[in-house]
């Protein structure tokens, strides 16, 4: 029974081994495909490529970036968005990123989430990933619960670590507080980038109801609320319209 | 009296009349005649406004008469209008209608023959005759389509003219000419014939468009001239001082001036001609020259010289098929004022569509120079391009960082290249701060901390104490002693086994009593342990316990498994005693 386990766990090992190794091998040899397809003018056939790597669960800022430039000349401002705003969350300091995701929103017409002072990709929060701000708390914590740790086992270093302790302890608070604000606009808001032509916020969520306004491909609307397969977004400056799942694609943060 | 008298008017107005009337049946182009409305007995509801086509009619006032005569009042309204032609023809006004106390007056057709405009002769120019006059000049006998010239024409003004004003082009034809702007020159004064004229020249851009005869003129005006009054008599003052002159209408036309106007030779015509004629130079700039495939690179193309520049357009370039082209940008610097002289400069933004470029191919732009009646081509050598696959092309600079000396960066034209590097690959997933065992990995800190306080307090509670920690090293030497009983035991080392059970109990028993061990002896059982409570078993078995040390001073020989039996003994005093409270 004991040799069957054995036998067991090393073909898993094996096989997680081989699929891991082998699905690294392919992603570079189909971002390098991508890349050709983009490099030929075929952006329609890149923008797929690297859409596929991304279904493997595999991202990089650098393929979201890619794919956005794809999605862009071929035409889908939305996606690009979209894309590009994923990267920007991977590298938020990526300046070719930024550079790129204000050209496309540039282009964008019509109604459209204006950036406030609170959005992830903009302002002092956007310096960070989420996952920076939790490290960077993270390493504050533990930081300050060794030296706090290191004082009570050898109370002697209090007095070495006199000025340390409440400078980690400050550190800390203030990793954890942006932290906390980053967390609650990642975890509650939401944003839709309209991925189709034209869509028709309506006023209601079905079909019939009447049109609240007009939102181009490339909008980006606040989400306020869900309803079946239904959003109701915003785009910031008071108009309220609801429209189908399918028309945008969502985007965690504001 | 006037207001007795419409108090008293009323019956007077029943014999209304409405007439119209022109002050002249002919006139020249360039002059203007005056229509009046003349109504008598009453005044019209609604003034009646004439509309004939081709004629400019503006109401230039409105009188009111009002007389008595034998206690009848009349009223004479009368509305005058000017009318100007815009062309030569015979126009009919036609009948008008007046809302006038009520009836529905009509007046009458009438006729306004315009004549064209003449040249004066020669003879009469020379003679000096002519107050004013203008002579339309053409610098060439023979143009092409295409072609932009400048028309001179001169306006003279006698040298006793005293003022001219109110100078309106009537008619400015041009068959086969589209006419461009019109710029006044310096003054000069010439004679001609026996008189001095002021000429003021002007210069008129015009562009032929079309081949065969074109014609441009006669062109007609109209303008005030104050002459010196003719009856010096009424001027009171000598030298003819406030002199104010009177002031004559001079209708002034030139002769008609016919071209040939030539059509372009077939033969020789440049594969990329486009329409252009003039006398140009061309400076063609691009850059950058260092690009990804789809990178835009901007393409100004400058063309300088004489000509229509307003109508100059890029031509196609079939050589740049490894190109995507967007529409060209332009703007026209113009150098002088009539517009037929400036830099036309061109912005186009083209991209390599492969990697396989290596060169911008030549520009270049034909066009017909009327001077030398040919076809010159203007040819710019290949740009050199370095063009890499997407992604290596250096990031311009509004993508860069903000520097200190761009401080306006140029608007980019397109996005950014993409990378070529895949970068590290990030597995997706959930931020961390949803995953689970990173938030457990998170307690460890603070579970060592409290760890370490929980035994920072216990520490320093045992510092303090000193009976309790006299207590917990009393407990450890009674667990080690046991161990040594054992081990002496079972080596029948009787006398080193009651010896150490001897400090044991020393120990234990001073420990309780608070006291030195090296002071316990079975004497302190019944002064003090008797004191503290404790039970009389523990007490009777503490007391054997001494007691068998004693004995084994004198008799230390016994055996293993009398020795073993002793320890359990010891180990159940020891707890009883635990349990006495000191």
Redo the contacts between chains.
């Keep these: 029974m004991k040799m069957y386990l054995h036998i067991l766990l090393a073909a898993v090992a094996t096989v997680w081994i081989f699929t891991g190794s082998a699905m690294?091998a392919d992603?570079?040899a189909e971002?390098s495909a991508a890349?050709?397809l983009?490099?030929?003018?075929k952006f329609a056939d890149a923008a797929t490529t690297y859409e596929k790597i991304?279904q493997s669960?595999?991202?990089?800022?650098?393929?979201y970036?890619?794919y956005g430039?794809?999605e862009?000349?071929a035409g889908n401002l939305g996606r690009a968005i979209a894309a590009y705003r994923q990267a920007a969350q991977?590298a938020p300091r990526d300046?070719?990123v930024r550079?790129?995701l204000e050209?496309?929103r540039n282009q964008v017409q019509g109604p459209t989430l204006r950036e406030s002072r609170w959005s992830r990709t903009s302002g002092w929060l956007g310096l960070l990933t989420?996952?920076e701000w939790?490290?960077l708390a993270?390493v504050a914590?533990?930081l300050?619960?060794?030296l706090?740790?290191a004082t009570?086992?050898r109370?002697a270093l209090k007095t070495a670590l006199r000025g340390f302790v409440p400078g980690a302890v400050a550190v800390t608070l203030l990793s954890c507080a942006c932290?906390g604000v980053d967390?609650a606009i990642?975890?509650t808001r939401q944003t839709a980038v309209v991925i189709t032509p034209d869509v028709t916020a309506r006023s209601g969520p079905f079909e019939e109801a009447q049109s609240a306004f007009t939102a181009h491909n490339g909008a980006e609307l606040a989400v306020l609320d869900r309803r079946d397969n239904w959003l109701q977004v915003t785009d910031g400056s008071g108009r309220i319209g609801w429209l189908q799942r399918q028309q945008v694609e969502m985007l965690p943060g504001s | 009296m006037i207001l007795a008298a419409l108090c008293l008017g009323g019956a007077r107005l029943d014999a209304a009349t409405f007439t119209a009337s022109l002050d002249r049946d002919n006139i020249s182009l360039g002059e203007s005649a005056t229509l009046s409305l003349t109504f008598e007995g009453g005044s019209p509801k609604d003034l009646p406004m004439p509309n004939v086509p081709g004629l400019q009619i503006v109401n230039t006032g409105n009188s009111q008469n009002l007389s008595i005569q034998n206690g009848q009042m009349s009223s004479v309204v009368t509305v005058t209008y000017s009318i100007t032609p815009r062309k030569i023809g015979e126009f009919v006004i036609p009948a008008l209608v007046a809302d006038v106390g009520g009836n529905q007056l009509t007046s009458q057709l009438l006729k306004l023959a315009v004549l064209p405009p003449n040249a004066p002769p020669p003879e009469a120019v020379n003679s000096g005759l002519e107050v004013a006059f203008m002579k339309l000049t053409l610098p060439e006998k023979e143009v092409c389509p295409g072609e932009a010239l400048a028309v001179r024409l001169d306006i003279y003004l006698r040298d006793d003219v005293q003022d001219f004003r109110n100078f309106q082009f009537t008619g400015t034809p041009a068959s086969g000419f589209t006419i461009g702007k019109m710029i006044e020159t310096t003054k000069q004064r010439v004679q001609i014939g026996n008189r001095i004229y002021t000429d003021v020249p002007l210069e008129i851009a015009l562009t032929a468009n079309k081949t065969g005869l074109v014609s441009v003129g006669p062109f007609t005006a109209s303008a005030v001239v104050v002459l010196p009054s003719a009856n010096r008599a009424r001027d009171s003052f000598p030298f003819g001082m406030f002199n104010t002159g009177e002031q004559k209408q001079v209708t002034l036309a030139t002769e008609t001036l016919n071209v040939e106007s030539l059509p372009l030779p077939a033969e020789g015509t440049p594969a990329n001609f486009n329409g252009a004629i003039g006398d140009y130079t061309m400076t063609v700039t691009a850059g950058p020259t260092n690009v990804a495939v789809g990178d835009p690179i901007t393409v100004r193309v400058q063309i300088s010289g004489h000509g229509a520049l307003d109508a100059l357009t890029l031509p196609d370039q079939p050589a740049w098929r490894d190109f995507k082209a967007y529409p060209p940008t332009s703007k026209v610097a113009i150098s002088d004022q009539l517009g037929l002289q400036g830099t036309k400069t061109f912005e186009q933004i083209v991209t390599p569509q492969n990697t396989d470029v290596h060169e911008l191919p030549a520009f270049s732009f034909s066009f017909f120079d009327p001077g030398t009646k040919s076809y010159r081509t203007l040819t710019q050598p290949p740009t050199q391009l370095a063009v890499h696959s997407g992604g290596t092309t250096p990031a311009p600079m509004m993508a860069a960082t903000k520097s200190a000396n761009s401080q306006n960066p140029p608007p980019p034209q397109d996005i950014l290249p993409i990378k070529e590097q895949f970068g590290s690959l990030t597995p997706a997933g959930p931020p961390l701060l949803a995953q689970r065992a990173f938030l457990a990995v998170q307690s460890l800190p603070v579970l060592a901390w409290l760890a370490a306080f929980v035994w920072r307090k216990r520490t320093d509670s045992l510092a303090n104490n000193p009976r309790l920690r006299r207590q917990r090293r009393v407990a450890g030497l009674v667990q080690g002693g046991l161990n040594d009983l054992h081990r002496l035991a079972a080596e029948n080392n009787s006398a080193e086994f009651f010896a150490t059970l001897f400090r044991l109990l020393q120990e234990q028993l001073g420990e309780r009593l608070d006291c030195p061990s090296s002071s316990i002896t079975e004497a302190v059982i019944d002064e003090r342990l008797v004191l503290l409570g404790a039970p009389q078993p523990v007490l009777a078995s503490l007391r054997e316990l001494f007691q068998l040390c004693n004995q084994a001073r004198y008799a230390p020989m016994r055996t293993s498994g009398e020795l073993a039996a002793v320890i359990p003994q010891f180990e159940n005093a020891v707890r009883e005693l635990q349990n006495v409270k000191a």
């Design positions: 690294a992603i570079p971002f890349n050709k983009y490099a030929e003018g991304l669960k595999t991202v990089s800022p650098k393929l970036f890619n430039n794809a862009f000349k991977l300046a070719e550079a790129n050209f496309t989420l996952n939790t490290g993270a914590l533990w300050t619960f060794a706090l740790t009570q086992i109370p932290l967390a990642h975890f």
